[in-house]
């Protein structure tokens, strides 16, 4: 089970409280039949309860009224192994399609109820579906069925859903297993009442004739098997002496009220220290035989061992609070240990660790050789800290290192980089040798955090920052950079997906490009900006920044390329024929098998020839970009739209690309173009820059041009197209006469 959701996790948490509590096996499988609707979201349940002479009763129900007409129907042991054998198998669930004939199993109770699905969807939920989870005995009978129907999502079950579905179905037989137990043995117990000795002596169940000093005056034999220790050796030990110590101060409690009349029994569970030195869970009952005066003639104990059904109750426990893939506590519980620290006024280093390029081994090795990564790096971690600090997995690629007791910046940041040391040696992962690198964001624990989410959202904005100065880097939490989501930035968001879904509010802006050669328009660059309907007219950096961290980037962008090629086919010019739009394609959009589509479906939709249209994509997105994501700007490419390199010089990789890709444009980036002309060394890397693409025959286009003399310079050094603010700043589309003299004014000047 991944990743369980707070909400669920805290639900099944308080069915394993209660499920201690109850009393009887009818109280038992009610509340897990009520459970199976109340956590897991299924419209009703029914147990079937094996009477072991080859028929099935309904024991328990939960749901609509008519479900409870059910109790008390049976069937025959073969028609449910029949109704299983018949059944989709789902693990350790059956799941009873609508498309099973059922004729054959007309002896079975089912139901059915609510309007017919309209559709053949596989993901929905249909009538006539039910989800079974069998429960057979150790020795391959059936011993009963836990039966689900009509989630109310209506969709069919998830993960999550069926494997807590398995472990009410375990709770649920170990229930009936040791109601069986119990039910034997008092049967046996009262047949036996004459001669006391013979049952206590043949007892399943392990007992005890205990002193009122504690002493153990007799144990049966199967009290012997159950604690491993000699008989002899047994005899004569104190109760005390073989209790798990955190369970004694109960234990004596409840055994003083005994001795002091105050009752005449007591029942707890308790665990018992094994003679090998392990722990073994028993349930305890104790009770003392009195005499006509209330004086105690004998304390009878008797102990069940219910040692798997407590390693069930643990397992469940574990699975809710812990990462499925790694075993590393997961974010519930992360944030439940760093609550305890912040309670206790304990200050305490936060490490927010990132894989870098974790897509990349996706991609290119599938998710298989992704998790097994996952689980190598958590290993990796943990042999790293020790004992020393908590190592969990809150998320996908994304783990967090607890240091309390540490809120020294200089010994935290010492720590994240000894981390980054030990990745630098490559892993072998299906038998490719893969580099890891780490970003790591770094925060301490103040007195002003309230909880814990506080404290990892901060770490992951310090993260975040790594990831933008380069990754494989670590950073401290800064209030003046990092700044958490606030309930501001909720609403920004949310008002982006309305103008989005809307259509209502974004408009593109189109700055020109001017060939240097005779000062006229070439093209366009397509801007977005943004009519808030409180905040007015946005600029990008208002908002793109958000829409990249929530994924809005990606619907955001496609709507530019429609509007962009629209509005370039739509004007008015009379040499419409050679200018062109270009339109910027975040790396958010690469890779996911949707980009030639949606260019083909634009120029269909548009009429604009596939020449007129330059899409812009970032150095860095190429960089970082999956083998699919690279086949697709290929096909792109083949198309006849031209590919410009956006913000060329600030990777790492430039020359790589312009020779794997089919670059037809190189845009050198507006920090090369400040210094240019004052800077000889800003002068000399874009003097080669252009001399590479002319022999190349690329064409290259200076960005963020806004003087006269940087103008000049770059006439002077070969420089094919150049934009900015000196030749016009972005403006809403208008190509009429009056603004075309005037852009060619702005342009030769």
């Known amino acids: 089970m991944t990743n369980v959701r707070r909400s669920v996790l805290e639900k099944v948490l308080d069915v394993v409280r209660e499920l201690g509590a109850t009393d009887g096996l009818e109280a038992t499988l009610e509340l897990i039949a009520r459970s199976s609707i109340s956590v897991l979201g299924f419209g009703a349940a029914a147990i079937n309860v094996s009477d072991g002479a080859g028929q099935l009763w309904v024991e328990a129900v939960a749901g609509p009224p008519q479900i409870y007409t059910l109790l008390g129907a049976s069937s025959t042991e073969q028609l449910w192994l029949d109704l299983l054998e018949s059944a989709e198998k789902w693990a350790n669930l059956r799941f009873l399609s609508h498309d099973v004939d059922k004729s054959a199993f007309r002896g079975v109770p089912m139901w059915a109820s609510g309007e017919p699905v309209p559709t053949a969807d596989s993901e929905r939920w249909h009538p006539d579906d039910t989800l079974l989870a069998p429960m057979w005995e150790p020795s391959g009978r059936l011993l009963g069925v836990l039966s689900v129907d009509q989630p109310v999502s ?112 007591y029942e707890m569970e308790k665990r018992f220290i094994h003679a090998a030195g392990h722990s ?70 936060v490490l927010f660790l990132d894989l870098d390029r974790f897509k990349t081994v996706n991609d290119s090795l599938g998710h298989d050789a992704g998790d097994e990564l996952l689980v190598v790096v958590a290993d990796k971690l943990l042999a790293a800290v020790g004992s020393r600090f908590e190592v969990g997995r809150i998320g996908g690629d994304e783990f967090v290192v607890l240091a309390p007791g540490i809120g020294d910046p200089l010994v ?58 380069g990754r494989a880097r670590i950073e401290m939490f800064d209030p003046a950079q990092d700044r958490p989501a606030t309930v501001q930035d909720l609403r920004l968001e949310q008002a982006l997906r309305v103008s989005l879904a809307q259509g209502i509010g974004l408009v593109p802006y189109f700055q020109q490009i001017v060939d240097l050669a005779d000062n006229t328009v070439a093209g366009y660059e397509a801007l977005v900006r943004w009519n808030h309907p409180d905040l007015g007219l946005l600029e990008p950096a208002a908002f793109l920044p958000m829409a990249e961290k929530t ?21 008015e010019f009379s040499d419409q024929g050679r200018r062109w739009v270009a339109v910027n394609v975040s790396g958010s959009q690469l890779g996911r098998g949707l980009l030639v589509g949606a260019v083909q479906q634009v120029l269909s939709e548009s009429g604009l020839p596939a020449e007129q249209l330059h899409l812009e994509i970032t150095e860095t997105a190429l960089i970082e970009a999956s083998a699919a994501s690279i ?55 874009v003097r080669r820059v252009i001399a590479l693409c002319q022999e190349l025959g690329v064409v290259t286009v200076a960005e963020g041009v806004e003087t006269q003399s940087q103008l000049t310079a770059l006439r002077a050094l070969g420089c094919t197209q150049a934009q900015g603010y000196l030749i016009g700043p972005p403006e809403p589309f208008d190509l009429s006469p009056s603004a075309q003299s005037l852009h060619r004014r702005r342009s030769s000047a």
């Open 412 to 469: 935290l940041t010492k720590l994240g980089i000894d981390l980054m040391a030990d990745f630098e040696k490559p892993l072998r992962i299906r038998g490719h040798e893969h580099t890891v690198s780490l970003s790591v964001g770094v925060t301490v624990t103040r007195a002003t955090h309230r909880h814990a989410d506080e404290v990892l959202r901060e770490a992951d904005q310090a993260m975040l920052r790594a990831k933008r100065q």
């Open 551 to 571: 994924g809005l980037i990606v619907p955001l962008g496609w709507w530019m390329l429609s509007r962009s090629c629209a509005a370039l086919k739509d004007a």
């Open 154 to 265: 209506g969709l069919m079950p998830d993960l999550e859903q069926r494997t807590i579905l398995e472990l009410f179905a375990a709770q649920a037989a170990i229930a009936i297993t040791d109601s069986r137990a119990w039910q034997v043995s008092e049967r046996k117990r009262i047949q036996a009442e004459g001669h006391w000795k013979l049952t206590f002596e043949r007892s399943p169940i392990g007992a005890a004739i205990v002193a009122t000093d504690g002493t153990i005056v007799q144990a049966n034999d199967t009290l012997v098997t159950l604690l491993g220790y000699p008989a002899e050796a047994l005899n004569g030990m104190r109760v005390l002496d073989i209790t798990h110590p955190a369970d004694v101060d109960a234990n004596l409690e409840l055994f003083l009220e005994l001795l002091n009349g105050e009752r005449d029994s």
């Open 280 to 349: 073994i869970w028993g349930l305890l009952r104790v009770g003392a035989i009195r005499d006509a005066d209330g004086g105690i003639v004998s304390i009878i104990s008797q102990i069940a061992d219910i040692t798997d059904r407590k390693t069930a109750e643990q397992e469940l426990a574990r699975r809710t609070s812990h990462d499925t893939l790694t075993s590393l506590p997961n974010r519930s519980l992360i944030e439940d240990k760093l609550n305890a620290q912040l309670s206790a006024g304990l200050a305490t280093g």
């Open 631 to 685: 086949r697709e700007v290929r096909a792109v490419a083949e198309l006849g739209v031209q590919v410009a390199l956006d913000d060329f010089g600030t990777g790492y990789s430039s020359l790589t690309l312009l020779r794997d890709l089919p670059v037809s444009v190189v845009k050198i980036d507006r920090s090369f173009i400040s210094p240019i002309g004052v800077d000889r060394s800003a002068t000399a890397i």
